[in-house]
């Protein structure tokens, strides 16, 4: 970023996402999301931004959390988890601030169940990472601050 003005990105994880590293570990891996956290702030560190990592299992507190991030943050990076396939309500919100976004998925949700394949929220993202495990967080932390430097 330029030197007045550290990015600050939003990560926004969903739900179930609090039991990292001891759900489906086969499919999730083994880091616990206090551990992708950490990861996150080194990374933010590295790259001269700063991260507030926010985990929700509740519909309303993404979207007031989504709503929130306008004028806050500069970038937000969001694994909407189960909500990817079905919230309307998160993708309008999503729509509706001018924070760009990034979605992230731990697993590849095409190589998944069928209503896995399907997300209401990516139309409304500047891109998605799936199936990268714990590094898709820090490649779209990555790329955040580089649509960031991109932009100024």
């Known amino acids: 970023m330029d030197t007045l003005h550290s990015a600050k990105i939003l990560v926004l994880h969903g739900p179930n996402l609090n039991l990292l590293g001891q759900r489906e570990p086969d499919v999730y891996g083994r ?5 992708l956290n950490a990861r996150l702030q080194a990374k933010a560190a590295e790259l001269g931004a700063s991260v507030e990592c926010v985990q929700t ?5 993404m979207v007031d959390t989504i709503q929130a ?6 970038f937000i990076v969001i694994n909407p988890a189960a909500f990817t396939h079905y919230s309307v309500a998160v993708r309008d919100a999503l ?4 924070v760009p976004a990034i979605e992230v998925h731990l ?6 169940e069928e209503f896995r394949h399907h997300s209401v929220t990516a139309a409304v993202t500047v891109g998605q990472i799936a199936g990268l495990g714990a590094q898709g967080y820090l490649l779209a932390l990555e790329a955040a ?3 960031l430097n991109n932009r100024s």
């Open 107 to 112: 697993s590849n949700i095409y190589q998944r």
């Open 57 to 61: 299992n509740h519909e309303g507190v």
């Open 95 to 98: 729509a509706a601030v001018s």
């Open 145 to 147: 601050c580089g649509i």
């Open 31 to 35: 880091l616990t999301l206090e551990q």
């Open 69 to 74: 991030a306008e004028g806050r943050y500069d």
